[in-house]
């Protein structure tokens, strides 16, 4: 895995036994959307998605092109955060496939408006042909 940024730091924080202090490493994180630049919500739903983007991912905030995964988020969280999603609007057929192929609010509200439809949509979308 590459790191999405990099901290400077002038020395490592160490323990009292001269190991490195991984809690003291907390307090040097950057936080991922000052380092992008923050683009605020366009919509109500480009609102409420980043709301429930930073409330999984447990941020302070989140803009509309910041992505999931460059936040911290992985597939349980990927599953939190669309079963978050459906509960506070009305209901949608998405899944956690939906949120890994469109990981940024802005692209995940396109999809729920319906203006973008996933590849695979057309695949499960078509019903065989009943037989007589």
Same mark, same amino acid.
């Given at each position: 895995?590459?790191? =999405?940024?990099?901290?400077? +730091?002038?020395? *490592?924080?160490?323990?009292?036994?001269?190991?490195?202090?991984?809690?003291? *490493?907390?307090?040097?994180?950057?936080?991922?959307?000052?380092?992008?630049?923050?683009?605020?919500?366009?919509?109500?739903?480009? !609102?409420?998605? &980043? %709301? +429930?983007?930073?409330? /999984?991912?447990?941020?302070?905030?989140?803009? /509309?092109?910041?992505?999931?995964? #460059? +936040?911290?988020?992985?597939?349980?969280?990927? $599953? #939190?955060?669309? !079963?978050?999603? #459906? !509960?506070? %609007? !009305?209901?949608?057929? @998405? &899944?956690? %496939?939906? *949120?890994?192929?469109?990981?940024?609010?802005?692209?995940?509200? @396109?999809? *729920?408006?319906? $203006?973008?439809?996933?590849?695979?949509? @057309? #695949?499960?979308? =078509?019903?065989?042909?009943?037989?007589?």
């Amino acid at each position: 895995m590459i790191p =999405s940024i990099f901290v400077a +730091l002038d020395a *490592l924080p160490l323990t009292a036994n001269g190991k490195i202090d991984r809690r003291g *490493l907390a307090g040097a994180e950057v936080d991922a959307t000052r380092a992008r630049g923050y683009v605020a919500p366009r919509n109500a739903t480009e !609102a409420t998605l &980043c %709301r +429930l983007f930073a409330e /999984v991912l447990g941020v302070d905030r989140v803009g /509309v092109e910041d992505d999931f995964f #460059q +936040l911290g988020g992985h597939s349980l969280l990927a $599953i #939190q955060l669309v !079963a978050s999603a #459906q !509960a506070s %609007r !009305a209901p949608s057929d @998405r &899944c956690a %496939r939906t *949120l890994f192929a469109n990981p940024t609010p802005a692209r995940f509200d @396109r999809l *729920l408006l319906g $203006i973008m439809r996933p590849s695979w949509f @057309r #695949q499960i979308s =078509s019903r065989p042909a009943a037989t007589p």
